[in-house]
């Protein structure tokens, strides 16, 4: 398995959160398909149930592939799981609560955030055994200084929605 104390000072530390909320997305850095939302409110209203569901129906993909082939290594999940999210409550998490408290914004914001943290940093964890996908997806997102906000569609087809 991978360290993930690396992976998070080297790229999710550097990342300037909401820097580019509300503005046009970077194509050629991003190539996949999304539909960019106009504000906030709109954000907020994509980060809902369905979003969490499908979510969390792409990460039990990755645990299922864990479970299925790698079950040694799968066992290490909680406590890898329950180290990251420390060190993101440490870190990054505060900055993203303190915007999200200044801006008045939706406490699913925050939570939607949080668990697409985690979940990069476990996909990085478990990269060795499984290709890293969608959460990756969603890390570059972020990298642009965007948020992932909703999904148009049924997974896989269609349109990741970004503010």
Not at 1 to 27: A, Q, T
Request: hydrophobic share 35%; net charge neutral; with cysteine.
């Amino acid at each position: 398995m991978n360290s993930v104390n690396d992976f998070y000072n080297d790229r999710l530390v550097k990342i300037n959160w909401f820097e580019h909320c509300g503005k046009p997305m970077d194509r050629s850095i991003f190539k996949n398909n999304y539909i960019a939302v106009k504000g906030w409110r709109e954000a907020e209203k994509g980060m809902n149930f369905n979003w969490d569901n499908m979510k969390l129906n792409v990460r039990n993909d990755l645990t299922l592939a864990l479970h299925e082939h790698f079950r040694e290594e799968y066992r290490e999940w909680n406590k890898i799981t329950m180290d990251v999210k420390k060190m993101l409550g440490e870190g990054v998490l505060k900055d993203i609560h303190s915007y999200i408290m200044k801006n008045k914004l939706s406490p699913n914001v925050y939570e939607s955030m949080e668990w697409d943290l985690i979940t990069i940093l476990m996909e990085h964890a478990y990269s060795n055994l499984v290709k890293p996908g969608f959460y990756f997806e969603l890390l570059e997102i972020y990298e642009q200084g965007h948020i992932p906000c909703g999904w148009k569609g049924k997974w896989p087809s269609g349109s990741i929605k970004i503010f």
